[in-house]
């Protein structure tokens, strides 16, 4: 049952991600001065947006374990796999997001990147979740998960920070999509359908990536604990 | 086709071939650290017996 309803979401994200990239390509029109390159937009900000929320995960997850660390320590262990996925996976997508947009940038401004608030703030983000992923990597010791607990909730204070830049300072960015002023924002309704489309899509298949991460943290955790046990119990 | 519209054209594919190729990646890379766990996990339960 568990496997038949694992292979139901993963078709019906397939076939979101095929349905996403025809409105793309096909069904959204040209957009008047950027024409075909704006195309990339479809990918680049959902990109964004899984990023944010997969960062946020891995806020909750960091609080979490800080929280169970002392007297729950299952809960904590589940909350330190939701914190590690939400950041790697969080790095997958703000990865693509650091390719697609300086693509888009060379095309729209002939530039390939500038130091503009917005794109300064996204690398330093992209930077705090790698180091992250570095120390959970090559550190080892008792400390290593709370150690980077701190650092995954000191990365995620920049997320509000990016989110908020190209509202707080004057940057080359492109003015926001939501909650933006009057005039920006997308105005067509085949251009909208395509970007929610692809939201769901990059939604569905973030969600998808980041539970099959989980597992094989709790795996690698159990694993980890058994081997402990088993050390333990050779001494003995 | 002029060229501002072919060089568009290949900046835009070069964007969607980049992103499915980091997702797909990542995911066969994933695919591959599951099945060493497994491994792992059953010659160690063999060997402990």
């Given at each position: 049952?568990?496997?038949?309803?694992?292979?139901?979401?993963?078709?019906?994200?397939?076939?979101?991600?095929?349905?996403?990239?025809?409105?793309?390509?096909?069904?959204?029109?040209?957009?008047?001065?950027?024409?075909?390159?704006?195309?990339?937009?479809?990918?680049?900000?959902?990109?964004?947006?899984?990023?944010?929320?997969?960062f946020?995960?891995s806020l909750a997850g960091s609080i979490g374990f800080l929280a169970f660390r002392r007297?729950?320590q299952?809960?904590a262990q589940?909350a330190d796999a939701w914190a590690l996925a939400g950041a790697e996976?969080?790095v997958?997508?703000?990865?693509?997001?650091?390719?697609?947009?300086?693509?888009?940038?060379?095309?729209?401004?002939?530039?390939?990147?500038?130091?503009?608030?917005?794109?300064?703030?996204?690398?330093?983000?992209?930077l705090i979740y790698v180091s992250y992923l570095l120390l959970r990597r090559f550190a080892a010791g008792p400390q290593v998960q709370t150690l980077a607990a701190v650092l995954g909730i000191f990365g995620a204070l920049d997320?509000?920070?990016?989110?908020?830049?190209?509202?707080?300072?004057?940057?080359?960015?492109?003015?926001?999509?939501?909650?933006?002023?009057?005039?920006?924002?997308?105005?067509?309704?085949?251009?909208?359908?395509?970007?929610?489309?692809?939201?769901?899509?990059?939604?569905?298949?973030?969600?998808?990536?980041?539970?099959?991460?989980?597992?094989?943290e709790?795996?690698?955790q159990?694993?980890a604990?058994?081997?402990?046990?088993?050390?333990?119990?050779?001494?003995? | 086709?002029?060229?501002?519209?072919?060089?568009?054209?290949?900046?835009?594919?070069?964007?969607?071939?980049?992103?499915?190729?980091?997702?797909?990646?990542?995911?066969?890379?994933?695919?591959?650290?599951?099945?060493?766990?497994?491994?792992?996990?059953?010659?160690?339960?063999?060997?402990?017996?």
């Amino acid at each position: 049952m568990k496997k038949l309803a694992i292979g139901l979401y993963a078709a019906i994200t397939v076939a979101l991600m095929v349905w996403g990239f025809y409105q793309a390509i096909y069904v959204a029109p040209d957009e008047q001065t950027m024409h075909e390159v704006q195309r990339i937009f479809y990918y680049h900000v959902p990109s964004a947006m899984v990023a944010f929320l997969f960062f946020a995960i891995s806020l909750a997850g960091s609080i979490g374990f800080l929280a169970f660390r002392r007297n729950r320590q299952e809960w904590a262990q589940a909350a330190d796999a939701w914190a590690l996925a939400g950041a790697e996976v969080g790095v997958v997508f703000c990865t693509v997001v650091l390719i697609t947009g300086p693509l888009w940038g060379r095309r729209a401004w002939g530039i390939w990147w500038t130091w503009d608030a917005r794109l300064t703030t996204t690398l330093v983000l992209w930077l705090i979740y790698v180091s992250y992923l570095l120390l959970r990597r090559f550190a080892a010791g008792p400390q290593v998960q709370t150690l980077a607990a701190v650092l995954g909730i000191f990365g995620a204070l920049d997320v509000p920070i990016v989110y908020m830049s190209n509202r707080w300072w004057r940057t080359q960015h492109p003015a926001p999509v939501f909650g933006g002023d009057a005039d920006s924002g997308i105005k067509d309704p085949a251009m909208l359908h395509a970007f929610g489309w692809n939201v769901l899509a990059w939604l569905a298949w973030g969600f998808l990536i980041l539970v099959l991460r989980y597992h094989v943290e709790r795996q690698h955790q159990k694993f980890a604990a058994q081997e402990a046990q088993e050390a333990l119990n050779a001494v003995n | 086709m002029d060229q501002r519209a072919i060089l568009d054209h290949q900046f835009t594919v070069a964007a969607y071939a980049i992103t499915w190729a980091i997702q797909l990646g990542y995911l066969a890379w994933l695919g591959f650290k599951w099945r060493a766990q497994k491994r792992d996990a059953s010659r160690s339960a063999n060997s402990s017996r």
